[in-house]
């Protein structure tokens, strides 16, 4: 079984400091791992993801994420926030060892930056 | 990257009817997703449509409550029949392209509100 966990339901950063959004995972086999944004009445868009090679990957609107085998974590970073950030972040894992097609997504975290 | 076109982008429904949303891709894929996003929870996989057999159902959802056609490698509709308002979410469509360059990408998601 594939599971993600998103320990934080809601992160409040200022505008200019670094942000990280919390995401840890459990699969069998080789972690595929994604990050997707989600805007007020908007579907979700990818972010970046991590399959294999370097384990910090960059994405898209600055945003990167490193990926740790050993705390089986995949945090989502900023260096410096922006107002227009806020929106709600889902991490997402399958397992590329025989786990299909299916990605199992997190419940979720709430960023919020502030002026 | 891959243009998802989904019908409609919200409805009011009153109880007991159905409706059947429509997702539209601009390229031919083999497989293609259909999800439910709970009010203020995460994202559940409700069946994997193939073209040209049986779409396959996660626990939880069955086909009588949810019935899918994929008529062709562009497109696919989602019912919700016989609705209540514990079916009142946000239903996505997605596609996945494997390989080194592997995403999920999703339509703009249907809110659907039941009465």
């Known amino acids: 079984a594939q599971s993600v966990a998103q320990p934080e339901d809601q992160v409040n950063v200022a505008e200019g400091n670094p942000l990280t959004v919390k995401c840890?995972?459990?699969?069998?086999?080789?972690?595929?791992?994604?990050w997707y944004v989600q805007y007020p009445n908007r579907g979700l868009q990818f972010l970046l993801k991590y399959i294999t090679g370097d384990n910090l990957v960059k994405g898209?609107?600055?945003?990167?994420?490193?990926?740790?085998?050993?705390?089986?974590?995949f945090h989502l970073k900023k260096p410096s926030a922006l107002v227009s950030d806020s929106a709600l972040y889902?991490?997402?894992?399958?397992?590329?060892?025989?786990?299909?097609?299916?990605?199992?997504?997190?419940?979720?975290?709430?960023?919020?930056?502030?002026? | 990257s891959a243009v998802i076109s989904q019908k409609p982008?919200?409805?009011?429904?009153?109880r007991g009817t159905s409706l059947t949303i429509q997702c539209q891709v601009d390229s031919q894929v083999t497989m293609?997703?259909?999800?439910?996003?709970?009010?203020?929870?995460?994202?559940?996989l409700i069946a994997t449509a193939n073209q040209g057999s049986e779409a396959t159902y996660e626990s939880g959802f069955v086909i009588d409550k949810f019935p899918i056609s994929r008529p062709?490698?562009?497109?696919?509709?989602?019912?919700?029949?016989?609705?209540?308002?514990?079916?009142?979410?946000?239903?996505l469509c997605s596609v996945n392209r494997q390989g080194?360059?592997?995403?999920?990408?999703?339509?703009?998601?249907?809110?659907?509100?039941?009465?």
């Open chain 2, 100 to 115: 080194p360059n592997e995403k999920l990408f999703f339509g703009s998601g249907t809110q659907l509100s039941v009465l």
């Open chain 2, 9 to 14: 982008s919200r409805d009011i429904c009153q």
């Open chain 1, 24 to 34: 840890t995972y459990s699969v069998s086999g080789n972690p595929y791992l994604f």
């Open chain 2, 32 to 44: 293609m997703f259909w999800y439910r996003q709970q009010p203020g929870q995460s994202l559940t």
């Open chain 1, 60 to 73: 898209s609107y600055g945003f990167e994420a490193e990926f740790n085998k050993s705390q089986t974590s």
């Open chain 1, 90 to 115: 889902f991490c997402a894992v399958r397992d590329g060892a025989g786990g299909g097609n299916k990605l199992t997504f997190g419940t979720g975290t709430q960023l919020k930056v502030e002026l």
């Open chain 2, 72 to 91: 062709n490698l562009t497109f696919s509709t989602l019912t919700v029949s016989n609705m209540s308002p514990e079916d009142s979410s946000i239903y």
